[in-house]
């Protein structure tokens, strides 16, 4: 193997002895080195000197040696059990966000889902758990495992402690009010695979009731899960609303499969997006954007909540804090085009007869 200055590049992983051979001093000082020690007894000459061949030699740190030194892993767990979740498009946008923090503070990113196996294992330092704060109770983690919620709530709380959120009731509220601004009051809420409220999930049906009755307007719904294919399930729900409801002019879907769904019914229907029906999805993920035509949609802040959970976990292993201050994050409505004010008149009543 190629030598550097006459000495003889090592042939396995290269380790702080290494750099202390090619130097010819001892281990010991490089290793106070490179752990930041800041004693006054090392020069800054030697200092630098063994920083430059660390990069020459292409030394990595063992960060399982430096976790039985420190105490730290240098890790980040990212947990959600859903398979659905770690596969979907609106997980990619707060991965991507996490991912891209933890490095920049100097974290390894582990993403799980299994709580078990973080259980007394040592393999991180802080949790961020995608799901509600009770998600992982009792799952008897090491009190000295940080964690942090990024969520979802209906109504969150006046004192928030290691929750990051958002709130799908004023999610579904602001599109549909979004939509009421532009004249629709035929609006129907396409919610899939749900139950109805109080269910914990049904924040994104209330939020859509609330606005409607705000304007004394009637909440028009569809459940139901005719497809295990949300896209599916989608179009197969909009096409019975486009039978049995003519007067819809509007749509406000649970999520971006859904949405999608009901594009490509209104489209096999005959009928215009938005001319003839305006639809709105939920989560504004990458399908909204190269849906034809794209799709508006409520973008939810998962990608900065992910981001600012990274920031306070960094912030609470660093002073050893026990809990930090929540935040609550807002939404938006993401408006590509898909959403217009209803036409006057008895729109698209011809082109529906044709299609039968």
């Known amino acids: 193997m190629a030598s550097r200055n006459g000495i003889p590049a090592p042939q396995h992983r290269v380790t702080i002895r290494d750099i202390a051979q090619a130097l010819n001093i001892s281990h010991s000082t490089v290793s106070?080195?490179?752990?930041?020690?800041?004693?006054?007894?090392?020069?800054?000459?030697?200092?630098?000197?063994?920083?430059?061949?660390?990069r020459r030699l292409g030394y990595t740190p063992n960060s399982s040696a430096r976790a039985l030194v420190t105490g730290k892993t240098g890790n980040i767990a990212l947990f959600t059990p859903s398979l659905e979740e770690r596969t979907g498009p609106h997980f990619a946008r707060m991965l991507d966000a996490v991912e891209r923090r933890s490095a920049v503070l100097g974290y390894r990113l582990l993403v799980c889902g299994q709580i078990e196996a973080l259980r007394g294992s040592g393999l991180a330092d802080g949790l961020i758990v995608l799901g509600?704060?009770?998600?992982?109770d009792g799952a008897a983690l090491s009190p000295a495992l940080h964690k942090v919620h990024v969520c979802h709530?209906?109504?969150?709380?006046?004192?928030?402690?290691?929750?990051?959120?958002?709130?799908?009731?004023?999610?579904?509220?602001?599109?549909?009010?979004?939509?009421?601004?532009?004249?629709?009051?035929h609006i129907l809420g396409v919610w899939g695979n749900i139950a109805p409220p109080p269910s914990p999930r049904g924040a994104k049906v209330e939020g859509h009731r609330a606005a409607m009755a705000a304007h004394g307007l009637v909440a028009r719904e569809r459940f139901g899960a005719?497809?295990?294919d949300q896209v599916r399930a989608g179009y197969l729900l909009m096409a019975q609303c486009l039978r049995e409801a003519p007067e819809v002019t509007a749509v406000v879907a649970r999520n971006d499969y859904l949405a999608v769904g009901c594009l490509q019914a209104v489209s096999e229907a005959g009928l215009k997006v938005p001319g003839d029906v305006s639809i709105l999805g939920y989560?504004?993920?990458?399908?909204?954007?190269?849906?034809?035509?794209p799709l508006s949609s409520v973008r939810t802040p998962i990608?900065?909540?992910?981001?600012?959970?990274?920031?306070?976990?960094?912030a609470r292993l660093q002073d050893g804090a026990v809990d930090i201050p929540g935040r609550v994050l807002g939404t938006e409505v993401t408006d590509r085009g898909s959403c217009a004010p209803p036409r006057p008149g008895p729109r698209g009543k011809a082109t529906r007869g044709r299609r039968g």
């Open 32 to 54: 106070r080195v490179l752990s930041g020690w800041q004693g006054g007894s090392i020069s800054d000459a030697t200092r630098q000197r063994v920083v430059e061949w660390s």
């Open 132 to 136: 509600a704060p009770d998600l992982v």
């Open 153 to 185: 709530l209906s109504t969150p709380p006046d004192h928030l402690r290691n929750i990051i959120c958002w709130s799908d009731f004023d999610g579904t509220r602001q599109g549909t009010e979004f939509l009421i601004a532009m004249g629709h009051r």
């Open 226 to 228: 005719p497809s295990s």
């Open 283 to 293: 989560n504004d993920t990458i399908l909204a954007q190269y849906a034809a035509p």
């Open 303 to 314: 990608a900065a909540a992910g981001e600012l959970a990274v920031e306070l976990l960094h």
